[in-house]
Protein backbone atom coordinates (compact mmCIF):
# COMPACT_ATOMS: atom_id res chain seq x y z
CA UNK A 1 0.00 0.00 0.00
CA UNK A 2 1.36 3.21 -0.91
CA UNK A 3 0.59 6.47 1.10
CA UNK A 4 0.38 9.93 -0.67
CA UNK A 5 -0.64 13.32 0.46
CA UNK A 6 -4.09 14.15 -0.19
CA UNK A 7 -5.45 17.63 -1.70
CA UNK A 8 -7.54 17.83 1.49
CA UNK A 9 -5.26 19.63 3.55
CA UNK A 10 -7.42 20.13 6.38
CA UNK A 11 -8.55 16.39 6.95
CA UNK A 12 -5.95 15.06 9.93
CA UNK A 13 -5.22 12.02 8.12
CA UNK A 14 -3.55 9.54 9.84
CA UNK A 15 -0.81 6.88 9.04
CA UNK A 16 -1.04 3.27 8.79
CA UNK A 17 0.93 3.15 12.15
CA UNK A 18 -0.90 4.94 14.31
CA UNK A 19 -3.37 4.40 17.00
CA UNK A 20 -6.98 3.53 16.07
CA UNK A 21 -9.85 4.50 18.47
CA UNK A 22 -12.86 5.20 15.92
CA UNK A 23 -13.83 4.19 12.83
CA UNK A 24 -11.74 4.07 9.62
CA UNK A 25 -12.47 5.81 6.56
CA UNK A 26 -10.01 4.67 4.00
CA UNK A 27 -10.05 7.27 0.96
CA UNK A 28 -8.45 5.51 -2.03
CA UNK A 29 -7.35 7.89 -4.46
CA UNK A 30 -5.07 10.17 -6.79
CA UNK A 31 -4.38 13.50 -5.08
CA UNK A 32 -6.96 15.60 -6.33
CA UNK A 33 -8.84 12.70 -7.75
CA UNK A 34 -12.94 12.17 -6.60
CA UNK A 35 -13.42 11.39 -3.70
CA UNK A 36 -10.21 13.23 -2.73
CA UNK A 37 -11.92 16.53 -3.36
CA UNK A 38 -15.03 15.37 -1.35
CA UNK A 39 -13.02 15.29 1.63
CA UNK A 40 -11.82 18.79 1.10
CA UNK A 41 -15.52 19.68 1.53
CA UNK A 42 -15.62 22.17 4.69
CA UNK A 43 -18.37 19.58 6.14
CA UNK A 44 -17.12 16.49 5.32
CA UNK A 45 -13.36 17.64 6.79
CA UNK A 46 -15.17 18.30 10.03
CA UNK A 47 -16.68 14.94 10.00
CA UNK A 48 -13.72 13.38 9.30
CA UNK A 49 -11.55 15.34 12.11
CA UNK A 50 -14.46 14.84 14.92
CA UNK A 51 -15.96 11.04 14.57
CA UNK A 52 -12.97 9.24 12.22
CA UNK A 53 -9.54 8.03 11.64
CA UNK A 54 -9.03 9.16 8.18
CA UNK A 55 -6.77 7.63 6.25
CA UNK A 56 -5.43 8.19 2.14
CA UNK A 57 -4.03 5.96 0.18
CA UNK A 58 -3.07 6.08 -3.15
CA UNK A 59 -3.60 2.61 -4.07
CA UNK A 60 -4.57 -0.07 -1.51
CA UNK A 61 -5.14 -3.88 -2.93
CA UNK A 62 -8.18 -4.60 -1.01
CA UNK A 63 -10.19 -1.25 -2.39
CA UNK A 64 -10.64 0.17 -6.11
CA UNK A 65 -9.40 3.74 -6.41
CA UNK A 66 -11.43 6.65 -6.50
CA UNK A 67 -13.78 5.16 -3.36
CA UNK A 68 -13.78 5.78 0.51
CA UNK A 69 -14.57 2.44 2.33
CA UNK A 70 -15.20 2.59 6.74
CA UNK A 71 -14.42 0.19 8.45
CA UNK A 72 -14.40 -0.56 12.54
CA UNK A 73 -11.70 0.81 14.18
CA UNK A 74 -9.94 -3.14 14.42
CA UNK A 75 -10.57 -3.52 10.38
CA UNK A 76 -14.09 -5.18 10.21
CA UNK A 77 -15.83 -3.83 6.97
CA UNK A 78 -18.75 -1.38 8.00
CA UNK A 79 -19.18 -0.88 4.05
CA UNK A 80 -18.35 -1.63 0.79
CA UNK A 81 -16.04 0.42 -1.32
CA UNK A 82 -18.37 3.25 -2.13
CA UNK A 83 -18.13 5.82 -4.44
CA UNK A 84 -20.00 8.70 -3.35
CA UNK A 85 -21.31 11.54 -6.17
CA UNK A 86 -21.00 14.60 -3.97
CA UNK A 87 -20.20 15.48 -0.21
CA UNK A 88 -24.12 14.92 0.86
CA UNK A 89 -23.96 11.01 -0.32
CA UNK A 90 -20.72 10.95 1.69
CA UNK A 91 -22.48 12.55 4.51
CA UNK A 92 -25.26 10.46 4.41
CA UNK A 93 -23.29 7.09 4.38
CA UNK A 94 -20.57 8.22 7.48
CA UNK A 95 -24.24 9.27 9.36
CA UNK A 96 -25.07 5.55 9.17
CA UNK A 97 -21.62 4.49 10.36
CA UNK A 98 -21.20 6.03 12.95
CA UNK A 99 -24.46 4.93 14.90
CA UNK A 100 -23.55 1.59 14.00
CA UNK A 101 -22.79 -1.02 17.11
CA UNK A 102 -19.66 -1.70 15.54
CA UNK A 103 -18.59 1.59 15.02
CA UNK A 104 -17.82 1.95 19.31
CA UNK A 105 -15.71 0.35 21.68
CA UNK A 106 -13.71 -0.98 18.98
CA UNK A 107 -9.65 -0.09 18.86
CA UNK A 108 -6.54 -1.54 17.27
CA UNK A 109 -2.59 -0.54 17.84
CA UNK A 110 -2.66 0.49 14.13
CA UNK A 111 -4.78 0.92 10.96
CA UNK A 112 -5.71 -2.93 9.95
CA UNK A 113 -8.36 -4.84 7.53
CA UNK A 114 -8.07 -8.34 9.24
CA UNK A 115 -11.23 -7.80 11.66
CA UNK A 116 -10.76 -9.05 15.15
CA UNK A 117 -12.70 -10.41 17.64
CA UNK A 118 -15.40 -7.82 19.36
CA UNK A 119 -13.32 -6.47 22.49
CA UNK A 120 -10.13 -7.70 21.07
CA UNK A 121 -7.04 -5.23 19.57
CA UNK A 122 -5.27 -5.79 17.35
Partial sequence: MSTSSSTARWVLWRSDE????????????????????????????????DRFHPVFHRDDPAQPRGTVQFL??????????????????FIEAANVVVVRAESVG????????????????N
Fill in 18 to 49: EPVEHPVAVFVDEPGGPVDRIAGNSDVTTFLN
Fill in 106 to 121: RHASRFTRACAAPGRS
Fill in 72 to 89: SADGCALTPALTPADAHE
